[in-house]
């Protein structure tokens, strides 16, 4: 059984896609909100990037989040 952690912020969904973290499925049981869930890896600390997100320690390519923003939305939308 896998361990997820949901995530209905979309810019820390996206900044997390980016650094590597696995969506594995979008919680659609509110109707207000999706939730991302991510897959918790054992050998990645998905809190510490948490962390750095909310302390604005995260550096990444403008690219690199376009390219994982882009793909959040086409998930989001795409899938009903």
Same mark, same amino acid.
């Not at 059984?1 to 900044?15: A, E, G, I, P, R």
């Not at 086409?74 to 009903?80: H, M, S, T, V, Y």
């Given at each position: 059984?896998?361990?997820?952690?949901?995530? +209905?912020?979309?810019? %820390? +969904?996206?900044?997390l +896609?980016?650094?590597?973290y696995?969506?594995?499925?979008?919680?659609? +049981?509110?109707?207000?909100?999706?939730? $991302?869930?991510?897959?918790?890896?054992?050998?990645k600390?998905?809190?510490k990037?948490v962390?750095? $997100?909310?302390?604005?320690?995260?550096? %990444?390519e403008?690219?690199?989040? $376009? $390219?994982?923003?882009?793909?959040?939305k086409?998930?989001?939308?795409?899938?009903?």
């Open positions: 059984m896998q361990n997820y952690m949901k995530c +209905s912020d979309f810019q %820390l +969904s996206v900044t +896609s980016a650094l590597g696995s969506v594995e499925e979008l919680d659609r +049981s509110n109707n207000e909100r999706v939730k $991302f869930c991510f897959v918790i890896d054992k050998n600390s998905i809190q990037a962390d750095a $997100f909310w302390k604005g320690e995260v550096r %990444l403008p690219k690199t989040l $376009f $390219f994982h923003q882009k793909l959040l086409n998930r989001l939308f795409g899938e009903k």
